[in-house]
């Protein structure tokens, strides 16, 4: 019997479940896919939720119209730094990621790029995000720098603690503190409790997007709020949102307390939030991933009323 010619097979191009469909990266040459897979150019959605908190800090800190290039560096820093990111969380999360049925096809843990690739793209990530970061006033450039633990030690935060979604909020929201020590060189009680307001708002999203894994995650041993909360879901969701919008109230009165009408400013920001809520069905998976989509609309109208407060 003949032995079948060895054949090399082709790249899997297949997107993940939770991938814009129809994105600019199925017009990529078939062999750049994955590795704009890998950075999750399929998936802006993560990049938009770690520049909004720096657009907050930069327009509450009073830092528009006169600055906006702080913003389009933030951008720019962003949307490398969240690729970055996901780069190393797929590093040391391949062999986890192989196990669910929602990651299975990324391309590290599909055996589609290799570990090597993987390392040469974070590196040339890193470095966008170098070039941004020297673009920042002294103290900024420290403020920043002080995320990078946070960033390394998100990845294994799944296996140590039932609230991984407060770690990455740590981690996400911090471009608020640094967009305010960008603008003010200094970080007074309105950027502490922006950062903070945050953190909450992270929790409830990332608690919504959580429910898409919670059956393989049980399955895995993977830890998450959404498994914490159990039947108690959408309740731990209305607080987190709640807890967010008072520390949002809270930080735009810091801010100009001597206009105190600003608040008005939050009010279409805190609606939707309750239409979240309210639209939330922990079964409907389909449902939960819309939800944390529609957060890039809530980061807009948060920073709509930090500029209110800020200009």
Known sequence: ????????????????????????????????????????????????????????????????????????????????????????????????????KRTRSRPLASGTVSLKAAWALLVGLSLIGLVVLLQLGGFAQVVALGSLLLVAGYPFMKRITWWPQAWLGLTFNWGALVGFAAVSGSLPPAALVLYTAGLFWTLGYDTIYALQDIEDDALAGIKSSARRLGGSVRTGVAIFYAVTVLLLAAALWLAAPERPLVLVALLPAALHLVWQVRALRSADTLGALRLFRSNTLTGALVFAACLAAGL
Do not use: H
């Not at 006169?66 to 590093?91: H, K, P, W």
């Open 1 to 100: 019997m003949e032995t079948p010619p060895l054949t090399t097979p082709e790249p899997n191009d297949r997107a993940t479940p939770d991938a814009i469909a129809g994105s600019w990266v199925e017009m990529l040459p078939r062999s750049w896919k994955p590795y704009a897979r890998l950075a999750r150019a399929d998936r802006p959605i993560g990049a938009w939720l770690l520049f909004w908190p720096c657009a907050w800090g930069v327009a509450l800190a009073g830092g528009l119209p006169q600055e906006t290039y702080l913003v389009l560096l933030f951008l720019i820093g962003s949307f490398a730094m969240r690729s970055a990111g996901c780069v190393y969380n797929d590093i040391v999360d391949r062999d986890l990621d192989a196990s669910v």
